[in-house]
């Protein structure tokens, strides 16, 4: 087991996987605003949106867009979520310089979600990341459903394993295991990236993708960080859900998160309380309250006498 040390990386995924399920449809500006927000707070990666098309997923239909509009930070990656080639290309022309590719361990929902069997998804994946490493972008290579599948129940962990070192032999930075269903326990997710981690090359990073469909959210991001994982999805507010799997809630929220490390001792540069304004204006736009837990509570005690000494 690691011990809990060291510094963690929190990828806010609320403009791509928070606003990907909602109805009521953000306007450019409004999404702005809410990047501005994240980079004020230290968020030091953000993920836009999704390169898919419109037709599934009409949320992302400005991600192309959104993307010529940012002015990029100091200290900030911006990242977005490719599935296939076409993606790809689009995200190559608005420049995009750190990408997650992926593919789902799941037989049913790779084929709602890109209408390929797993095996065709992967096959048609490699050379995808091969172009965007050819072309210098920082990839992530994601495995979704990896943690249960809300169609099939639990998924084989020799699969996922599988998939995770053709992505290390590709030469990713990054390999990502996403519990998309929500349907993780602690035990599995220490067992599955503890193998994952004697799996794949050294210098790989192991990230996790969390959703807390079950309320075991935060708990499993305390199984990874004693597997020694560092990078962690979030998302602001806690909002979030997968538009092919039915009732898979949101991600674990990215205050919640960042409040958790720094209660741990772990630094992740992000101010959560000054994520709660952000949070307050999402549930105005959405007209509902947010799953997440510190935007709702007031701070503990000592930081309340630490604002009061400043």
Not at 103 to 127: G, L, Q, W, Y
Request: with cysteine; charged share 25%; glycine share 10%.
């Amino acid at each position: 087991m690691y011990e809990m040390t060291g510094d963690v990386l929190i990828e806010d995924e609320f403009l791509r996987d928070g606003l990907q399920n909602e109805k009521r449809l953000f306007s450019i500006e409004e999404k702005l605003g809410f990047l501005a927000a994240l980079e004020a707070a230290g968020v030091r990666r953000i993920q836009i949106g999704s390169f898919v098309h419109p037709k599934w997923v009409p949320q992302m239909a400005d991600t192309d867009a959104l993307f010529e509009r940012i002015v990029p930070k100091p200290g900030i990656v911006y990242t977005g979520l490719v599935l296939n080639k076409a993606g790809l290309d689009r995200a190559l022309a608005v420049g995009a310089k750190h990408l997650s590719i992926s593919v789902s361990a799941s037989e049913t929902h790779s084929k709602k979600n890109t209408n390929r069997s797993v095996d065709e998804a992967r096959a048609a994946i490699v050379p995808t990341i091969e172009k965007a490493l050819g072309e210098g972008v920082a990839v992530r290579a994601g495995i979704q459903s990896a943690l249960g599948c809300g169609f099939e129940g639990p998924i084989d962990p020799n699969r996922v394993v599988e998939i995770a070192r053709e992505f290390s032999a590709l030469g990713v930075g990054e390999i990502n295991v996403a519990d998309t269903a929500g349907l993780s326990n602690p035990r599995d997710v220490y067992a599955l990236c503890t193998r994952l981690r004697d799996e794949i090359a050294p210098d790989v990073r192991l990230s996790l993708h969390l959703h807390d469909t079950r309320g075991l959210g935060l708990a499993n991001m305390v199984a990874g960080l004693q597997a020694g994982v560092r990078v962690f999805d979030a998302a602001l507010g806690g909002l979030g859900g997968c538009p092919f799997v039915p009732k898979a809630t949101g991600n674990i929220a990215t205050e919640d998160a960042a409040f958790a490390c720094e209660q741990m001792g772990l630094n992740t540069g992000i101010d959560w309380q000054a994520l709660t304004a952000p949070v307050a204006a999402a549930e105005a736009l959405l007209e509902r309250q947010l799953p997440a837990r510190v935007s709702h509570v007031p701070a503990p005690p000592w930081d309340q006498q630490k604002e009061t000494a400043e």
